[in-house]
């Protein structure tokens, strides 16, 4: 590749970033991406649209105290620009804006610093922002914040996200109302006419490409002529909210290109960043790289992909990254490191501790047990135990943590009873953790994998007027559109009966708990039962336990009751109460946040021989409200 420096241009409404490579255009002083220059390509991005319409970093925010997940959107349009760095090595830019009073409900309450950074030699750029409340400034909500790249319609048609889901797509003006049907929700439109006659018939869905932040580290589009890649590279998810099993967005018809930093997509509010006034903050969110790549005339445009995932490595070994010139990105020599071994100790499973093997085991700001899925302002850091349960956390920041972790295979979640603090240099050995997971008693019978997914349990065929091609033979059967609507066809009557050691939950229990459409057009709960056989009954060992994980909780309310409660006007035995905005139903999730729920079932209310539960979702309003089941299991005393 030619390597002739990297050269900088100012000029009097943008800047120009050259290493002989590429070119990257910036406008001046508002720093939105309007032009990248790759290969003979005068510009990836959709020339069509206006400037500040192409590569931009964006927010939603709202005022203290505001409900829900939506406000207002915001470009991060800023007013100062700087040159950080200029070297034949590389640039660094500084695109930034000050808060003051003035400001106040005009823009997002937050002093603004873009970065941009080309190396020389490099087939790409890298972005990242800092963002700073101060003490003295008004409280708001941050809904997300995100880096956007709007591409050419007329040169990116290809999309990969994953090496099983990748296609050609279709086009914006497929979604318009002359040639799409809008679905349920706004997202989701039925391609009636579209361009290209390939796609009719297909539905289109933004949340069809959703992926968990643990697999999100690469994904982008292809131009097959000249054949080009455009790829996002997330090298860490340290400054990603929510842990490894958050859902984000990726990439989608447009063609657009997103790198989600933060998001209330398969959480809800629960992860809307609330800050309040005299609440002092400051984040990185970043750096992402921004990949491009080319192939000789004639070979398989696929090998773009497989060179992305090979640049996407290394990425990953190169960080945290050494060339940031800012002082609040510290180098790997100025963070520290944490390693130690995850046993598992369940007498019930095995009468010694056992390796905690491939749990996910992770560093969060200090809180209960489990508040990492909700932890939406801070940095987390995570890593998967080898087999034997070792772990190895390196590159944490400075300050204060716990240490949490979750076993596939167990339910729960641990949290070490000793915190952690991260000095710079510092090598921590934690030795052996012990997790204890919730158990009373022996296991009668269980329905389901502890995973905090529902993919094992039956996902139906979609209905054949709204597929998605991608995923007519896929191992994500769930990301198909309308799957809520045949739970009724399936069980048109009577609600899911499921009988211990007859039923087979691959094929017997619906992966979602959901509501029923009736002929007036409202809905009603679902009431299902679990039916088992109780030999003996042990009346001298305290209650028996029924654990509910739950993957997916949305607007719902679980009810528990015990054979005849159901025939009774009494209150349910347990009732969560309403629980849940992840939506994980309507956008083809699988998992929103984990629940775990510890019934205790007395003796009174069980009998020798046939015995049922049964398990409602009692809120019904909509065709989105319901529940995802993890895991079951029902204990002896």
């Known amino acids: 590749m030619p390597n002739s420096g990297v050269k900088l241009t100012v000029q009097d409404k943008h800047v120009v970033m050259d290493n002989g490579i590429l070119q990257i255009t910036i406008s001046k002083p508002a720093g939105i991406v309007t032009g990248i220059c790759y290969k003979g390509i005068d510009n990836l991005l959709e020339v069509l649209n206006d400037e ?81 409340h101060l003490k003295e400034w008004p409280g708001f909500n941050l809904d997300e914040t995100r880096i956007a790249f709007k591409l050419r319609k007329d040169k990116f048609h290809y999309m990969a996200i994953a090496d099983n889901r990748q296609r050609y797509m279709p086009l914006p003006d497929d979604r318009l109302p002359e040639r799409g049907q809008p679905l349920a929700y706004p997202e989701a439109v039925l391609l009636v006419d579209p361009v290209e006659d390939e796609f009719k018939g297909e539905v289109d869905d933004k949340y069809l490409y959703s992926c968990d932040n643990k697999d999100l580290k690469v994904h982008g589009w292809i131009c097959m002529d000249p054949p080009v890649g455009f790829w996002q590279i997330t090298p ?89 010139c800012s002082e609040d990105f510290p180098t790997s020599a100025a963070r520290g490191n944490v390693s130690g071994r995850l046993l598992v100790k369940d007498r019930y499973v095995n009468d010694g501790p056992m390796p ?35 772990f190895s956390i390196k590159d944490i920041r400075i300050g204060d943590h716990n240490l949490y972790a979750w076993v596939p295979g167990f339910i729960g979640d641990y949290k070490s009873d000793v915190g952690i603090t991260i000095t710079s240099g510092c090598k921590l050995e934690m030795g052996d953790l012990v997790y204890e997971p919730p158990r009373d008693g022996p296991t009668i019978w269980e329905i389901g994998i502890p995973n905090r997914s529902a993919r094992e349990f039956y996902v139906p065929d979609p209905n054949p007027n709204y597929i998605n091609k991608l995923y007519t033979i896929h191992l994500d059967r769930f990301r ?21 050691g007859e039923s087979d939950y691959r094929k017997d229990w619906f992966f979602a708990q959901v509501t029923r459409k009736k002929e007036d057009n409202t809905y009603q709960g679902s009431t299902w039962q679990i039916k088992f056989k109780l030999e003996n009954i ?94 079951i299991r029902f204990e002896g005393p």
Not at 480 to 500: K, S
């Open 236 to 324: 860490s998810n340290e400054f990603r909210s929510g842990g490894p099993l958050k859902q984000n967005l990726t990439s989608h018809v447009g063609p657009t290109n997103l790198a989600m930093f933060l998001s209330a997509h398969y959480a809800g509010e629960d992860l809307v960043a609330k800050f309040e006034r005299g609440e002092p903050w400051k984040k990185v969110f970043g750096p992402v790289f921004i990949y491009l790549n080319t192939i000789l005339e004639g070979d398989d445009p696929c090998l773009l992909w497989e060179d992305a995932k090979k640049q996407m490595r290394i990425e990953v070994q190169s960080w945290p990254y050494s060339f940031p």
């Open 480 to 500: 198909q559109y309308g799957l809520w609507e045949r739970y009724a066809e399936l069980y048109p009557e009577d609600d899911l009966v499921y009988t211990v």
């Open 538 to 631: 042990n009346i001298n060992g305290g209650n028996y336990k029924l654990r509910v994980a739950l993957a997916s909780a949305a607007q719902a309310i679980l009810q528990v009751r015990v054979n005849d409660q159901i025939n009774t006007d009494t209150s349910p035995l347990f009732s969560s109460g309403l629980i849940g905005k992840d939506n994980s139903i309507a956008r083809h999730g699988i998992h929103g946040l984990y629940w775990l729920f510890n019934v205790d079932i007395p003796t009174t209310l069980l009998v020798h021989g046939d015995n049922t539960i049964y398990l409602t979702q009692a809120n019904a309003t909509s065709p989105f409200q319901g529940l995802m089941y993890d895991y």
């Open 52 to 132: 500040e319409n192409r590569g931009y970093w964006d927010v939603v925010w709202s005022p203290e105290g505001s409900t829900g997940t939506t406000g207002t959107f915001e470009r991060l349009i800023t007013t100062t620009f700087k040159v950080v760095v200029q070297t034949e090595d590389q640039v660094e830019l500084s695109f930034s804006r000050i808060w003051d009073t003035s400001l106040e409900s005009k823009l997002v309450p937050l002093n603004i610093d873009k970065r941009f950074i080309l190396l020389s030699g490099s087939s790409g750029f890298y972005s990242y922002a800092i963002y700073e």
């Open 356 to 390: 905690a093997s491939c749990a996910y085991v992770g560093l969060a700001p200090p809180g209960d047990v489990g508040s990492w899925q909700r932890e939406c302002k801070g940095y987390q850091y995570w890593t998967k135990a080898d087999e034997d349960g070792n």
